[in-house]
């Protein structure tokens, strides 16, 4: 299909965009240039800080608070939009342009009905009448597969879920069938299986009404199963821009390269490690406040020097298995093993040598680090807490300890603000190993970090544990991870043990059904994954497998 | 959760009178012999002791104080033996309709400028508004009023510097006493309720769903008055009730200030003679009404929550 | 320390106007003695005389820049004595305030459960006075001499710390340093000391400006009814009583000790406010 002038739909040239920082105006955009055709999906992908949101809406002429276009052309449909006056800009954003933002649950307004704010712009423009507007909306509701289309429009935003109330953003976007729809990473907020559901309801409307539309996301898997085209962006720069298919299979330089390969599978070596039980966790209940029970009858046990990789959906309550074993939720019910004896359930409780056997690392380096600490007071302070060490005995330590991270001596001096996130993990990583635990629970430790920055992370757990005979605790909700590191996999779902075992029997068939829903749900880097994984949701659905949305 | 609020306030207006109680019961030494201090005789100690019902034990004496004050019984004053509820009945109106007049003028003009400054946010008339209001929260009551009284009753004459109400006054006659209390006390409040209200809505300004709207390509008016207002009442409320709130203190400078013959002045005059039946009597009073208007402004912004209205 | 003059030269105008008088009000605090022409007490002429750039204004041996008092004693030589009584006890109680404030705050924040109940409610409670009226009851019972007057203020004024203390330091308490210190073992002090205060300790700064401008009103205001600071002793608020009857002659005497604690309180109200406006900006982009 050769596309021509006349099918140009926006042409964004030269854009340069400053963003005001620590009062003065800096490039965070620098000479930016892409087009959309009619009907064409170009997806914008990069790591945070590469500008991809700020380019997204700045194609509908507008900017954040903090932020403006310097220079440039956005030429949407034969109209310049840059420089354009208020009117102008307002007219065309709406029937022409709309957007997708990626919290829905922030986006709409909490006072007005769903219906009332889907109405709200193609009444204003005279487009539809109220009763035209209501009927469409229930079309497009019923389009997007939310439940009850003919009523969901009477609820309150905070009345509906996450999954559907991003649907129903989708469907506001398409009320006067817009030329181009900016969809703002639209699916990073939500569970992997709820984000199939909302990707395929995109794909398919998008497809069904021919519209253009603006992708952006840091996930190149999801990407490829929606765009023509694919920008890749680092630091407010364009990388390199390419149709789908030849961006996966043979990209041009080497940044994406690096960012698919860190979607490809690792194998593991497997660890001979002993048979020595490190932990074991026995009928254990735990509930919230209000007698909620979050978790139901788990038991598990974890061998020295092996890692068990405990996956699921938010609400799984793999991370309140997490604040049983540390001791900061007792459960009311169960016991946890530590090399062979029972613990105290509560933190208090527990000497001092017992914390020291057990470490953590989280989720969010720039959240573990206290910003105040220097990397030596940060490393220092475990090693004069358990061991008693002080003065050159500590500072040889903490040097040893950069050494086995992998960061150089300087680091001692440095606060968590001057770290990347990749380093700052690498202190969290540090921290725990001062201890010379015997376990590490790491919950989610790489979620927050860009792709390349967690896959070093992943490699370096791996030495670690070769060289240290560690055990590990993976809490995560990424199957790419599991499948990279894991020796024992636990899938939780709703609080409950759906399925453990070792990796080779999880991974592969048979599956337990929930297991394959969740497995099927991690995008694949091949434009087709989408549909067929749809199909097989069908599949999975006459089986009797219900997908929480 | 309305219900459930009520009820704390209730709970709350209990405990203030019986600290207000033990407040005065906690004295240090002997309060006959302070207060009656070198004329003190072992007779006059008695007399005044079983006159302040000093000799019953504590909890039958907060029982008999508060069971008098909920039958209008408020006591009687030492300074003069009288009635304290004569003494307050009429200040209480006195203070009521100053603050009530302030009020009236404060409430709409601070809402006003504060949602324009908040709109044109960093422009000129926000910058001046912002100036204003910080001076004015910077300043002390009395020199506000002391420099409204140099200007307009001094130099130019238009008010009278001291506000004297008189029973026979007609209702304009005591709002042109009043002028220079009231104004002073609408000035203050307005700066206090202006920037409160200006902070309020550009927190709700900067929201998500009122870019989303702009990206909508909604109207501007139309983003004020359908987007924002809805979302910034509970806020907004919040402010107009707690500045209401704040005129209680507020008051008892200015009366003093220009002799205005209300509570808060009885209340400071008092306090220097240590005549504690009526600061009792009257503070029970300000701390009801400031307890009441929390309580109302906590209700009002429960009630004007969207998501507390719709629940799941 | 390169830093800190950085910081403070790239503050706009108003920041360093705020600054500027702070710095003035403290030198006149500190030097108030070698300042002031005349004593605290000393009668240095005629009542009300009018200040030395007027055309009425009295000769005398050493000048009386600002006029006299309602009992003729030198009203420049007070101020100075004033700003150091004034300035000196609302520093001293906000700094008990913060003291007593933020410790409770941080306990409440970290300790959570009962401790945090029983601080909470009785802050409630206190918070439902309306600040002058509690203080008035509190000073009719106990009578006005400075211990009690930082006593009462300090009080009140500890609650408003507690409640932005205790906020700062949940939001702070959740961060996962501090779970991960817990973890370790570390005991509350460590908590409080090492993970808590350093990360509170910008936001409270700009509420330290607040609530000093908050008491050094409040005593003021106390002064002025007559209830806080006692003559002979010096102090803005009283200044403004004591010569209050000269107004309605015209004469502009107490305008002048008003203007002083205006002046403060918009200084410090200058600086904070850039404080805040940084903090928030930051947010912004």
């Known amino acids: 299909m050769k596309k021509t002038g006349a099918n140009r739909l926006l042409n964004v040239h030269d854009l340069c965009i400053e963003g005001y920082q620590e009062e003065e105006w800096r490039q965070i955009v620098n000479g930016v240039s892409f087009y959309v055709d009619r009907g064409e999906v170009l997806g914008l992908i990069g790591e945070s800080g590469a500008g991809k949101s700020t380019i997204g809406i700045a194609s509908m002429g507008y900017t954040r608070a903090g932020c403006r276009i310097k220079a440039g052309s956005i030429l949407f449909d034969g109209q310049e939009l840059f420089g354009a006056d208020y009117e102008t800009l307002r007219r065309v954003r709406g029937p022409r342009i709309a957007y997708v933002a990626q919290s829905a649950a922030a986006s709409f307004n909490p006072a007005h009905k769903l219906i009332h704010q889907f109405v709200e712009m193609p009444v204003q423009e005279g487009i539809m009448s109220f009763s035209k507007a209501e009927a469409r909306a229930k079309e497009l509701f019923r389009r997007l597969d939310l439940p009850d289309p003919d009523n969901i429009g009477d609820r309150y935003p905070h009345q509906v879920s996450g999954g559907q109330l991003q649907r129903c953003m989708v469907a506001m976007a398409m009320a006067c069938n817009p030329d181009l729809i900016v969809f703002d990473e639209p699916t990073t907020a939500l569970d992997v299986t709820t984000q199939i559901e909302v990707l395929g309801a995109i794909k398919e409307v998008i497809q069904a009404y021919g519209t253009a539309a603006i992708y952006i996301t840091h996930d190149l898997a999801v990407v490829a199963q929606i765009a023509d085209r694919i920008m890749v962006l680092q630091h407010g720069y364009e990388v390199e821009t390419g149709e789908t298919r030849q961006m996966i299979e043979s990209p041009k330089k080497d940044y994406t390269r690096e960012l698919l390969s860190v979607r490809k599978t690792r194998g593991k070596t497997i660890n001979h490690g002993g048979e020595e039980t490190v932990l074991a966790v026995e009928n254990v209940r735990a509930a919230y406040g209000n007698n909620v029970i979050v978790l139901d009858g788990i038991n598990t046990k974890i061998g020295r020097g092996k890692t068990v990789s405990i996956v699921g959906e938010s609400g799984s309550g793999k991370s309140t298995l997490a604040r049983v074993i540390t001791g900061l939720l007792p459960p009311i019910d169960g016991k946890v093993h530590f090399c062979g004896e029972v613990i105290p359930p509560k933190l208090k409780n527990r000497p001092k040598e017992l914390l020291r056997r057990m470490q953590m690392i989280y989720q969010m380096p720039d959240t573990a680090l206290n910003p105040k600490h220097k990397v030596k007071k940060i490393l220092g302070r475990p090693l004069n807490f358990y061991f008693g060490m002080s003065g050159k005995e500590r500072d040889q330590r903490i040097l040893k300890l950069l050494e086995l991270i992998e960061l150089g001596p300087e680091y001692m001096e440095r606060y968590p603000d001057e770290l990347s996130g990749g380093e700052k993990q690498r202190v969290c990583i540090a921290r725990a190993l001062a201890a010379k635990p015997d376990l590490i629970i790491c919950d989610e430790v790489t979620s927050a970090l860009d792709q390349l920055g967690a896959k070093g992370i992943l490699k370096l757990l791996q030495n670690l544990q070769n060289e240290l005979q560690v055990s590990y605790i993976f809490i995560t909700h990424d199957l790419d991870t599991v499948k990279a590191i894991s020796d024992h996999i636990v899938v939780m779902y709703q609080g409950k043990v759906v399925e453990q075992g070792p990796k080779s029997d999880i991974l592969h068939p048979p599956y337990e059904p929930y297991t394959d829903l969740l497995l099927s749900s991690a995008p694949e880097m091949n434009p087709d994954w989408l549909d067929h994984v749809i199909k097989h949701r069908q599949r999975l659905a006459d089986k009797g497998v219900s997908i929480r949305s | ?312 | 320390m390169a830093d800190v003059i950085k910081f403070f030269t790239r503050s706009p105008w108003s920041a360093k106007l705020g600054l500027a008088i702070i710095t003035l009000n403290i030198f006149c605090a500190l030097f108030a003695p070698a300042l002031a022409p005349y004593s605290e007490t000393e009668i240095a002429g005629d009542v009300w005389e009018p200040p030395i750039w007027s055309e009425d204004a009295i000769p005398h041996y050493t000048p009386v820049i600002l006029g006299t008092d309602h009992i003729g004693r030198d009203l420049f030589s007070r101020l100075m004595f004033g700003a150091r009584n004034t300035i000196t006890l609302a520093f001293v109680t906000t700094a008990l305030a913060f003291f007593v404030g933020s410790i409770g705050g941080f306990m409440a924040a970290t300790l959570k459960g009962w401790v945090d109940q029983t601080l909470s409610r009785v802050v409630d409670i206190l918070m439902a006075f309306p600040t002058l009226i509690l203080a008035l009851v509190i000073l009719s019972v106990m009578g006005t001499s400075i211990p009690v007057l930082i006593f009462v203020i300090a009080l009140i004024d500890s609650t408003r710390v507690f409640r932005i203390s205790r906020a700062v330091a949940m939001d702070i308490e959740v961060m996962e340093y501090v779970e991960a210190s817990r973890l370790r073992g570390e005991g509350l002090w460590w908590v409080m000391k090492e993970e808590i205060l350093p990360n509170a300790l910008s936001p409270l700064v700009a509420e330290f400006g607040l609530r000093f401008c908050f008491v050094f009103l409040f005593i003021s205001s106390l002064s002025f009814l007559g209830l806080g600071l006692q003559p002979p002793l010096a102090d803005w608020g009283s200044m403004v009583r004591e010569n209050s009857s000269a107004i309605s002659f015209g004469i502009l005497t107490p305008l002048i000790p008003a203007a002083a604690i205006a002046f403060l309180t918009v200084g410090v109200n200058l600086v904070v406010d850039w404080f805040l406006h940084r903090a928030s900006g930051i947010k912004d982009v």
Not at chain 2, 156 to 183: G, H, N
Not at chain 2, 188 to 211: C, D, K, Q
């Open chain 2, 1 to 312: 959760m309305v219900l459930k609020r009520l009820f704390l306030g209730v709970g709350m207006l209990f405990v203030i009178s019986v600290l207000i109680f033990i407040g005065v019961e906690a004295l240090p030494g002997d309060l006959a012999e302070a207060i009656l201090g070198q004329a003190a005789t072992p007779e006059s100690i008695q007399a005044f002791r079983s006159n302040l019902k000093l000799d019953l034990p504590p909890h039958t004496r907060y029982l008999s104080w508060i069971g008098g004050i909920l039958q209008g019984d408020l006591g009687t004053s030492l300074a003069n033996n009288r009635p304290i509820a004569d003494l307050l009945s009429s200040r209480i109106s006195n203070t009521f309709f100053l603050a009530a007049t302030a009020a009236v003028f404060s409430i709409p003009i601070s809402i006003l400028l504060g949602i324009l400054a908040a709109l044109y946010r960093e422009s000129f008339f926000d910058k001046f508004i912002s100036i204003f209001t910080l001076s004015m929260i910077s300043f002390p009551e009395f020199f506000v009023a002391y420099i409204l009284m140099v200007l307009l009753a001094v130099e130019f004459q238009i008010f009278p510097s001291l506000a004297i109400v008189r029973d026979s006054m007609t209702f304009f006659e005591r709002l042109y006493a009043i002028s220079l209390p009231a104004l002073t006390l609408t000035l203050i409040v307005i700066a206090h309720m202006m920037r409160m209200t200006r902070a309020a809505i550009i927190n709700v300004l900067a929201s998500p769903y009122i870019e989303m709207a702009h990206l909508k390509g909604i109207k501007k008016v139309r983003i004020i008055v359908q987007h924002a207002t809805p979302n910034s009442l509970s806020p907004i409320i919040n402010v107009v009730v707690l500045n209401l709130a704040y005129m209680v203190v507020g008051v008892v400078l200015v009366e003093v200030v220009f002799v205005y013959p209300g509570l808060g002045q009885l209340l400071v005059d008092s306090v220097s003679k240590r005549d504690l039946p009526v600061v009792q009597a009257s503070c029970l009073i300000f701390a009801g009404v400031y307890i009441l208007l929390n309580l109302l402004a906590d209700v009002l912004s429960i009630l004007a929550n969207p998501k507390l209205r719709h629940p799941k």
